[in-house]
């Protein structure tokens, strides 16, 4: 508990010496880190500084933190809305404020939870249920932009031309696109095309099946 040195102090009142009037001494007090003034009463202690209660203040919107959530940087005492404000990176997506605890970081970049989603399709990345990355998290960052597994593969050109999957091994190259080999079928008969083919709404078509 704060103590204070209390000395008798006399003074007339109505006409005669009153020798019980009293008043408090502060030489003993903590010093405001502030103002340099004595501290009578309350006082908030933040490490080994003190301070007056109305001298305990965001450094740049002066709202009082005694009673208020706040974060310390560089010497200098912030709410947490203005550090937010001043030292948080925006979300590259939407270029609004986001804070550590809820940004998704990728490629040096942060998001937001739901602005973590596919450049092309919008779909949102993250695995179901979850607001961060765990675990194998299915998605692609190239030239800063976020795709999901369907676009990046259509983007890239990885994509059959007959079934929109993934091409794996051998395939065919033909009419501008990337074909299975088993999916390389006549428009009209459905049957593989092996041999010449004529080109149909950019689908192959047997001659014989060609109907012009």
């Known amino acids: 508990r704060q103590m204070c040195i209390r000395d008798r102090y006399q003074r007339r009142v109505h006409g005669y010496m009153d020798p019980f009037l009293l008043i408090t001494d502060y030489r003993d007090n903590p010093i405001c880190s502030v103002c340099n003034g004595r501290i009578k009463g309350e006082f908030v202690k933040l490490g080994d500084r003190t301070f007056h209660n109305e001298h305990f203040t965001c450094c740049k919107c002066a709202k009082l933190l005694a009673q208020n959530p706040h974060k310390e940087k560089d010497g200098k005492l912030w709410c947490n809305n203005c550090f937010n404000l001043t030292y948080s990176p925006n979300c590259k997506k939407c270029g609004q404020m986001i804070t550590e605890a809820e940004a998704v970081e990728v490629g040096g970049f942060r998001y937001h939870a739901t602005c973590f989603s596919c450049s092309v399709c919008s779909n949102n990345l993250l695995p179901e249920g979850k607001l961060s990355l765990v675990g194998?998290?299915?998605?692609?960052?190239?030239?800063?932009?976020?795709?999901?597994?369907?676009?990046?593969?259509e983007a890239e050109g990885l994509a059959c031309g007959g079934c929109g999957k993934v091409l794996e091994g051998p395939y065919a190259n033909a009419l501008g696109k990337k074909w299975h080999p088993e999916c390389f079928t006549c428009k009209n008969c459905n049957q593989r095309v092996t041999g010449a083919f004529a080109n149909s709404e950019g689908r192959p078509v047997h001659p014989e099946c060609w109907t012009g």
């Open 136 to 153: 194998d998290a299915n998605f692609f960052n190239k030239d800063d932009k976020l795709y999901c597994q369907k676009c990046h593969t």
